[in-house]
């Protein structure tokens, strides 16, 4: 087989391992994310706002506007690239060309994932849509009529913050199901789950036992029924930074807790024919992307520590 025929295969053999293993990896951050397409560098959405309640029409309708605190998302580029040696192309060595464009296009599919998780880590010192940190214990809406702090930052004490006991995580997702029963939009209207609604808890690794044993057992504890069986699915978050956090979601509602703005979608590319291989005879395959993350609204998530 000529090297011509050989670079062809290669190529193919790359295109379709990379493009099978960018499909099939999971997305632990499904329904976490709002995608929006963008048609620029960046993008500015208007404070998050609620829409007013009806009230009894006298003298005249009352005029409510949105807030005035903006935020930004600007498109960044992002890339990884691989070199594949002579060697490999001339003899055809498809095994490891496929191992290397599979892992290849499973961390291209990763990346906003991991992004989105950066954001949470960073959540309780950032500022999200209404101008307060992402997780904190006093959110307000700007021009909303409800000023009542409200809280989606939580702390707890336990007896090993690394690794709850399922009675102490039961205990800790009640918390959080109250938070999102009860949490009220800028008018002071409830935000309120629906029947159906679909929840996800994304935790490390010492948490994880917990946190599926409160999601299967149909008991906690002795005779302590369990009230959360098959509420909060647990989901292993493989980059949080502290071992002693939780992160909930309601993932069903109308809202996200986090955008994904994409101006370009993530595509692979080779050098095959140019200047590089002419150079080294080495070859490059190559992935591009222009997008970027931010925060939601902060009501569809909220942080619990351990300590």
């Known amino acids: 087989m000529s090297l011509t025929s050989n670079a062809e295969l290669v190529r193919a053999t790359a295109q379709a391992a990379f493009w099978q293993s960018y499909e099939s990896t999971s997305d632990i951050m499904d329904g976490l994310v709002h995608r929006v397409d963008s048609s620029a ?48 192309v001339k003899f055809a060595k498809l095994g490891s060309v496929e191992a290397l464009l599979s892992s290849l296009g499973e961390k291209a599919r990763a990346y906003p994932s991991r992004l ?13 849509h209404d101008g307060n940190y992402f997780y904190v214990a006093t959110h307000t809406d700007p021009g909303g009529r409800y000023t009542t702090s409200q809280d989606n930052d939580f702390t ?46 994304l935790c490390s690794g010492g948490h994880m036992p917990a946190a599926r044993a409160v999601y299967k057992n149909d008991v906690i504890t002795g ?15 493989p980059y949080g ?4 956090e939780i992160f909930t979601f309601w993932t069903s509602g109308r809202r996200k807790p986090f955008i994904l703005q994409v101006a370009e979608d993530v595509s692979l590319t080779d050098n095959m024919g140019g200047d590089s291989e002419f150079e080294t005879r080495d070859v490059s395959f190559g992935t591009f992307g222009y997008y970027n993350v931010g925060y939601g609204d902060w009501r569809y998530s909220s942080r619990h520590i351990f300590t």
Request: hydrophobic share 35%; glycine share 10%.
């Open 156 to 201: 707890t004490n336990i007896g090993t913050p690394s690794a709850a006991t399922v009675m102490e995580m039961y205990t800790e997702l009640q918390i959080a199901r109250g938070f999102y029963d009860t949490v009220k939009d800028g008018d002071g209207d409830p935000v309120v789950p629906d029947q159906n609604a679909t929840f996800k808890v």
């Open 41 to 88: 560098d960046q993008e500015t959405y208007p404070g998050i706002f609620y829409a007013p309640r009806p009230r009894e029409m006298s003298g005249g309708r009352d005029h409510r506007s949105a807030p005035g605190f903006n935020y930004t998302i600007v498109n960044k580029k992002w890339e990884s690239t691989l070199d594949i040696g002579y060697e490999m």
């Open 223 to 237: 005779p302590i029924s369990n009230d959360l069986k098959g509420v909060f699915e647990p989901v292993l978050n």
């Open 241 to 244: 930074d502290n071992t002693a």
């Open 116 to 128: 989105v998780a950066n954001l949470m880590n960073v959540g309780d010192a950032t500022n999200g």
